[in-house]
Protein backbone atom coordinates (compact mmCIF):
# COMPACT_ATOMS: atom_id res chain seq x y z
CA UNK A 1 0.00 0.00 0.00
CA UNK A 2 2.92 2.50 1.08
CA UNK A 3 4.69 1.57 -2.39
CA UNK A 4 1.45 2.10 -4.16
CA UNK A 5 1.01 5.76 -2.08
CA UNK A 6 4.61 6.42 -3.03
CA UNK A 7 4.24 5.77 -6.84
CA UNK A 8 1.26 7.46 -7.31
CA UNK A 9 2.76 10.76 -5.25
CA UNK A 10 5.51 10.67 -7.27
CA UNK A 11 3.43 10.47 -10.62
CA UNK A 12 1.52 13.21 -9.55
CA UNK A 13 4.76 15.43 -9.06
CA UNK A 14 6.54 14.07 -12.59
CA UNK A 15 2.89 15.29 -14.00
CA UNK A 16 3.24 18.88 -12.08
CA UNK A 17 7.14 19.16 -13.71
CA UNK A 18 5.98 18.45 -16.99
CA UNK A 19 2.97 20.93 -17.02
CA UNK A 20 5.59 23.96 -15.68
CA UNK A 21 7.83 22.53 -18.26
CA UNK A 22 5.57 23.06 -21.22
CA UNK A 23 4.83 26.25 -19.91
CA UNK A 24 8.70 27.65 -18.89
CA UNK A 25 9.60 28.89 -22.96
CA UNK A 26 12.00 25.99 -23.13
CA UNK A 27 9.77 22.97 -23.82
CA UNK A 28 10.66 20.64 -26.94
CA UNK A 29 8.46 18.22 -28.40
CA UNK A 30 10.78 14.93 -28.09
CA UNK A 31 9.46 13.73 -31.56
CA UNK A 32 9.45 17.10 -33.63
CA UNK A 33 11.70 19.17 -31.94
CA UNK A 34 9.98 22.13 -32.46
CA UNK A 35 9.17 24.25 -29.36
CA UNK A 36 5.54 23.73 -28.18
CA UNK A 37 4.07 27.20 -27.60
CA UNK A 38 0.37 27.51 -26.82
CA UNK A 39 -1.37 31.06 -28.08
CA UNK A 40 -4.83 32.57 -27.64
CA UNK A 41 -6.79 34.69 -30.09
CA UNK A 42 -8.04 37.95 -28.43
CA UNK A 43 -12.00 36.83 -28.61
CA UNK A 44 -13.04 34.26 -30.32
CA UNK A 45 -12.52 32.54 -33.83
CA UNK A 46 -13.47 35.18 -36.15
CA UNK A 47 -12.12 36.39 -39.59
CA UNK A 48 -9.98 39.05 -37.67
CA UNK A 49 -8.54 35.87 -36.15
CA UNK A 50 -7.14 33.96 -39.27
CA UNK A 51 -4.00 35.49 -39.82
CA UNK A 52 -2.92 33.48 -36.78
CA UNK A 53 -4.01 30.44 -38.78
CA UNK A 54 -2.14 31.37 -41.65
CA UNK A 55 0.93 31.58 -39.79
CA UNK A 56 0.11 27.83 -39.11
CA UNK A 57 -1.02 26.36 -42.03
CA UNK A 58 1.98 28.03 -44.32
CA UNK A 59 4.60 26.51 -41.63
CA UNK A 60 6.05 30.12 -40.29
CA UNK A 61 5.46 29.16 -37.07
CA UNK A 62 7.41 25.87 -38.00
CA UNK A 63 10.34 27.75 -39.55
CA UNK A 64 10.66 29.35 -36.59
CA UNK A 65 11.17 26.39 -34.52
CA UNK A 66 7.36 26.28 -33.21
CA UNK A 67 5.05 23.86 -32.38
CA UNK A 68 1.74 25.92 -31.84
CA UNK A 69 -1.30 25.14 -30.32
CA UNK A 70 -3.78 27.87 -31.18
CA UNK A 71 -7.04 28.14 -28.63
CA UNK A 72 -9.75 31.29 -29.07
CA UNK A 73 -9.67 33.64 -26.12
CA UNK A 74 -12.09 35.01 -24.32
CA UNK A 75 -11.60 38.90 -24.34
CA UNK A 76 -8.86 40.67 -23.54
CA UNK A 77 -8.57 40.20 -19.15
CA UNK A 78 -9.20 36.83 -19.36
CA UNK A 79 -6.51 36.57 -22.02
CA UNK A 80 -3.88 38.80 -20.24
CA UNK A 81 -4.73 36.22 -16.99
CA UNK A 82 -3.74 32.47 -18.74
CA UNK A 83 -0.99 34.77 -20.35
CA UNK A 84 0.11 35.41 -16.47
CA UNK A 85 -0.91 32.06 -14.87
CA UNK A 86 1.67 30.08 -17.06
CA UNK A 87 -1.99 28.44 -18.92
CA UNK A 88 -0.83 30.12 -22.59
CA UNK A 89 2.34 31.61 -23.88
CA UNK A 90 1.16 34.50 -26.15
CA UNK A 91 -2.08 35.84 -25.97
CA UNK A 92 -3.46 38.80 -27.99
CA UNK A 93 -5.68 41.82 -26.29
CA UNK A 94 -6.55 45.50 -26.65
CA UNK A 95 -3.85 47.71 -25.78
CA UNK A 96 -6.23 50.07 -24.09
CA UNK A 97 -7.62 47.30 -22.04
CA UNK A 98 -3.97 45.70 -21.17
CA UNK A 99 -3.01 48.72 -19.90
CA UNK A 100 -6.17 49.92 -17.76
CA UNK A 101 -6.10 46.18 -16.52
CA UNK A 102 -2.09 46.77 -15.17
CA UNK A 103 -3.00 50.04 -14.15
CA UNK A 104 -5.31 48.33 -11.35
CA UNK A 105 -3.63 44.93 -11.06
CA UNK A 106 0.26 43.86 -11.64
CA UNK A 107 -0.35 40.95 -14.20
CA UNK A 108 3.05 39.86 -15.00
CA UNK A 109 2.60 40.24 -18.56
CA UNK A 110 3.91 42.39 -21.14
CA UNK A 111 3.32 43.57 -24.99
CA UNK A 112 5.93 43.26 -27.72
CA UNK A 113 4.10 44.53 -30.77
CA UNK A 114 0.70 45.64 -32.34
CA UNK A 115 -1.38 43.76 -34.41
CA UNK A 116 -4.13 47.07 -34.80
CA UNK A 117 -2.35 50.27 -34.92
CA UNK A 118 -5.69 52.11 -34.59
CA UNK A 119 -8.69 50.78 -31.92
CA UNK A 120 -11.19 48.68 -33.57
CA UNK A 121 -13.55 49.16 -30.48
CA UNK A 122 -17.17 50.28 -30.74
CA UNK A 123 -20.84 50.21 -29.75
CA UNK A 124 -22.87 48.42 -33.10
CA UNK A 125 -26.17 48.64 -33.25
CA UNK A 126 -28.94 48.21 -36.01
CA UNK A 127 -30.86 51.11 -37.52
CA UNK A 128 -34.36 51.66 -36.14
CA UNK A 129 -32.86 50.97 -32.21
CA UNK A 130 -32.49 54.47 -30.88
CA UNK A 131 -29.31 54.75 -31.49
CA UNK A 132 -27.48 56.98 -33.64
CA UNK A 133 -24.91 58.85 -32.00
CA UNK A 134 -23.20 58.66 -28.62
CA UNK A 135 -25.24 60.68 -26.97
CA UNK A 136 -28.14 57.96 -27.80
CA UNK A 137 -26.62 55.21 -25.79
CA UNK A 138 -28.08 56.55 -22.04
CA UNK A 139 -30.06 54.40 -20.92
CA UNK A 140 -29.74 51.89 -23.29
CA UNK A 141 -29.04 48.13 -22.94
CA UNK A 142 -25.32 47.17 -24.56
CA UNK A 143 -25.03 43.16 -24.71
CA UNK A 144 -21.04 42.27 -24.62
CA UNK A 145 -18.85 39.90 -22.87
CA UNK A 146 -17.40 41.05 -19.19
CA UNK A 147 -13.86 42.06 -19.47
CA UNK A 148 -13.82 42.57 -23.12
CA UNK A 149 -11.87 45.47 -24.68
CA UNK A 150 -15.43 47.32 -25.67
CA UNK A 151 -17.02 47.21 -22.17
CA UNK A 152 -13.18 47.87 -19.94
CA UNK A 153 -12.08 50.75 -22.60
CA UNK A 154 -15.90 52.25 -22.55
CA UNK A 155 -15.38 54.60 -19.46
CA UNK A 156 -12.87 56.33 -21.71
CA UNK A 157 -14.77 56.93 -24.40
CA UNK A 158 -17.90 58.01 -22.53
CA UNK A 159 -15.89 60.84 -21.21
CA UNK A 160 -14.43 61.98 -24.63
CA UNK A 161 -18.01 61.98 -26.07
CA UNK A 162 -18.83 63.93 -22.38
CA UNK A 163 -21.47 61.05 -21.85
CA UNK A 164 -22.03 59.59 -18.00
CA UNK A 165 -21.14 55.84 -18.73
CA UNK A 166 -22.63 54.92 -15.44
CA UNK A 167 -25.99 55.62 -17.37
CA UNK A 168 -25.27 52.66 -20.32
CA UNK A 169 -25.88 49.37 -18.79
CA UNK A 170 -24.20 46.36 -20.10
CA UNK A 171 -25.42 42.93 -20.22
CA UNK A 172 -22.76 40.40 -20.06
CA UNK A 173 -23.40 37.58 -22.94
CA UNK A 174 -21.00 35.18 -24.52
CA UNK A 175 -19.32 36.40 -27.99
CA UNK A 176 -21.11 34.63 -30.66
CA UNK A 177 -24.30 35.53 -28.97
CA UNK A 178 -24.30 39.25 -29.34
CA UNK A 179 -25.33 39.59 -33.10
CA UNK A 180 -28.53 37.25 -32.16
CA UNK A 181 -29.45 39.19 -29.02
CA UNK A 182 -29.13 42.54 -31.25
CA UNK A 183 -31.31 41.43 -34.14
CA UNK A 184 -34.33 40.10 -31.83
CA UNK A 185 -34.04 43.45 -30.12
CA UNK A 186 -32.92 41.75 -26.73
CA UNK A 187 -30.18 44.85 -26.35
CA UNK A 188 -29.90 47.81 -28.25
CA UNK A 189 -26.11 47.97 -28.98
CA UNK A 190 -23.04 45.64 -28.80
CA UNK A 191 -19.57 46.11 -28.00
CA UNK A 192 -18.26 44.90 -31.10
CA UNK A 193 -14.92 45.49 -33.48
CA UNK A 194 -16.00 47.56 -36.41
CA UNK A 195 -14.83 44.70 -38.87
CA UNK A 196 -17.61 43.01 -37.05
CA UNK A 197 -20.29 44.85 -39.12
CA UNK A 198 -20.44 42.12 -41.58
CA UNK A 199 -21.56 39.42 -39.50
CA UNK A 200 -23.93 41.83 -37.24
CA UNK A 201 -25.60 42.64 -40.44
CA UNK A 202 -25.95 38.63 -41.85
CA UNK A 203 -27.46 37.87 -38.24
CA UNK A 204 -30.16 40.43 -38.90
CA UNK A 205 -32.89 38.63 -40.58
CA UNK A 206 -34.64 42.14 -41.56
CA UNK A 207 -31.78 43.10 -43.42
CA UNK A 208 -30.84 46.13 -41.22
CA UNK A 209 -27.87 48.07 -41.54
CA UNK A 210 -25.70 48.63 -38.96
CA UNK A 211 -24.98 51.98 -37.09
CA UNK A 212 -21.62 52.04 -35.67
CA UNK A 213 -19.84 54.28 -33.09
CA UNK A 214 -16.03 53.68 -32.77
CA UNK A 215 -14.10 54.28 -30.38
CA UNK A 216 -11.63 55.51 -32.67
CA UNK A 217 -12.77 58.59 -33.94
CA UNK A 218 -12.88 60.27 -30.89
CA UNK A 219 -9.91 58.86 -29.31
CA UNK A 220 -7.72 57.92 -32.67
CA UNK A 221 -4.48 57.95 -30.43
CA UNK A 222 -5.55 54.62 -29.19
CA UNK A 223 -3.77 51.22 -30.47
CA UNK A 224 -6.13 48.10 -31.06
CA UNK A 225 -4.81 44.54 -30.92
CA UNK A 226 -1.69 44.10 -29.57
CA UNK A 227 0.30 41.02 -29.05
CA UNK A 228 0.90 39.38 -25.09
CA UNK A 229 3.54 37.56 -23.51
CA UNK A 230 4.63 36.69 -19.68
CA UNK A 231 7.36 39.10 -18.28
CA UNK A 232 9.70 36.24 -17.48
CA UNK A 233 9.43 35.15 -21.43
CA UNK A 234 10.56 38.57 -22.53
CA UNK A 235 13.20 38.67 -20.25
CA UNK A 236 14.58 35.40 -20.32
CA UNK A 237 13.80 34.57 -23.62
CA UNK A 238 13.89 37.32 -26.07
CA UNK A 239 15.35 35.51 -29.40
CA UNK A 240 12.20 33.18 -28.52
CA UNK A 241 9.82 36.28 -28.69
CA UNK A 242 11.07 38.04 -31.78
CA UNK A 243 10.72 34.57 -33.54
CA UNK A 244 7.67 33.90 -32.73
CA UNK A 245 6.48 37.42 -32.91
CA UNK A 246 7.76 37.53 -36.71
CA UNK A 247 6.16 34.32 -37.72
CA UNK A 248 2.31 35.68 -36.43
CA UNK A 249 3.11 39.11 -38.39
CA UNK A 250 4.57 36.86 -41.77
CA UNK A 251 0.99 35.58 -41.01
CA UNK A 252 -0.66 39.29 -40.54
CA UNK A 253 0.84 40.11 -44.05
CA UNK A 254 -0.06 37.40 -45.82
CA UNK A 255 -4.06 37.82 -44.63
CA UNK A 256 -4.11 41.47 -45.40
CA UNK A 257 -2.41 40.75 -48.78
CA UNK A 258 -5.11 38.31 -49.71
CA UNK A 259 -7.99 38.46 -46.97
CA UNK A 260 -10.13 35.49 -49.20
CA UNK A 261 -7.08 32.95 -49.17
CA UNK A 262 -6.84 33.83 -45.24
CA UNK A 263 -10.86 33.41 -44.95
CA UNK A 264 -10.80 29.69 -46.70
CA UNK A 265 -7.18 28.63 -44.21
CA UNK A 266 -9.72 29.83 -41.23
CA UNK A 267 -12.63 27.76 -42.54
CA UNK A 268 -10.35 24.69 -42.90
CA UNK A 269 -9.47 24.94 -39.19
CA UNK A 270 -12.49 26.04 -37.66
CA UNK A 271 -15.09 24.57 -40.04
CA UNK A 272 -18.27 26.63 -38.64
CA UNK A 273 -16.51 29.97 -40.69
CA UNK A 274 -18.36 32.19 -43.12
CA UNK A 275 -16.05 32.69 -45.97
CA UNK A 276 -17.73 35.65 -47.33
CA UNK A 277 -17.97 37.15 -43.76
CA UNK A 278 -14.42 36.32 -42.93
CA UNK A 279 -13.43 37.82 -45.95
CA UNK A 280 -15.14 41.41 -44.97
CA UNK A 281 -13.79 41.54 -41.74
CA UNK A 282 -10.61 40.84 -42.99
CA UNK A 283 -10.43 43.82 -45.55
CA UNK A 284 -11.94 46.11 -43.13
CA UNK A 285 -9.00 45.25 -40.93
CA UNK A 286 -6.54 45.97 -43.29
CA UNK A 287 -6.47 49.91 -42.81
CA UNK A 288 -6.20 49.51 -39.29
CA UNK A 289 -2.87 47.16 -39.36
CA UNK A 290 -0.85 50.19 -41.23
CA UNK A 291 1.75 51.63 -38.96
CA UNK A 292 1.30 55.46 -38.73
CA UNK A 293 4.74 55.96 -39.17
CA UNK A 294 6.56 55.71 -42.62
CA UNK A 295 8.59 53.48 -43.03
CA UNK A 296 7.62 51.45 -39.84
CA UNK A 297 7.10 47.98 -40.40
CA UNK A 298 3.95 45.52 -39.40
CA UNK A 299 3.81 45.09 -35.71
CA UNK A 300 5.76 48.49 -34.60
CA UNK A 301 5.43 50.18 -31.62
CA UNK A 302 5.83 54.31 -30.73
CA UNK A 303 7.18 54.93 -27.45
CA UNK A 304 5.75 58.08 -27.91
CA UNK A 305 2.28 57.15 -28.59
CA UNK A 306 2.50 55.08 -25.72
CA UNK A 307 2.79 57.59 -23.44
CA UNK A 308 -0.07 59.88 -24.84
CA UNK A 309 -2.31 56.62 -24.04
CA UNK A 310 -1.26 56.58 -20.90
CA UNK A 311 -1.32 60.34 -20.53
CA UNK A 312 -4.92 59.94 -21.99
CA UNK A 313 -5.70 57.21 -19.36
CA UNK A 314 -4.48 59.12 -16.28
CA UNK A 315 -6.42 62.20 -17.62
CA UNK A 316 -9.53 60.52 -17.86
CA UNK A 317 -9.10 58.49 -14.22
CA UNK A 318 -8.95 55.01 -15.99
CA UNK A 319 -6.00 54.57 -14.20
CA UNK A 320 -3.55 56.55 -11.66
CA UNK A 321 -1.89 59.87 -13.33
CA UNK A 322 1.55 58.90 -13.28
CA UNK A 323 1.02 55.09 -12.17
CA UNK A 324 2.32 53.48 -15.04
CA UNK A 325 5.34 53.78 -17.47
CA UNK A 326 5.76 52.75 -20.76
CA UNK A 327 8.10 50.07 -19.99
CA UNK A 328 5.43 48.65 -17.72
CA UNK A 329 3.42 47.63 -20.28
CA UNK A 330 5.39 47.20 -23.39
CA UNK A 331 8.82 45.74 -24.04
CA UNK A 332 10.32 48.08 -26.81
CA UNK A 333 13.27 46.19 -27.16
CA UNK A 334 11.48 43.39 -28.63
CA UNK A 335 8.83 45.05 -30.79
CA UNK A 336 9.62 45.13 -34.25
CA UNK A 337 11.56 47.72 -36.21
CA UNK A 338 12.18 48.99 -39.31
Known amino acids: MRLRRSVVALTAVLGLALVSACNSGDDKGSDSGLQKVSYLTSFGQFGREAYAYVALEKGYFKDAGFDVQITPGNGTVEVMKQVAGGQADYGIGDFTAITITLGKQKLPVTTVGMIHQKSLAAIVSLEGMGIKEPKDLVGKNIGDQPGSTNQVTFPVYAQRVKIDDKLVNFVPAPPPALPQLLSTGKVQGIGQFVVGVPLVEKADKEGRKAVVLPYAAVLPELYGNAILTRADVAKDHPDQVKKFTGALLKGLDDAMKDPAAAAEILKKYV ?48 ITPG ?16
Open 323 to 338: GLKPADVVTITLAPKG
Open 271 to 318: PTTDVGVATKELELMKPNTVPTNSGDPLGAVDLDRVQKILDILGETKA
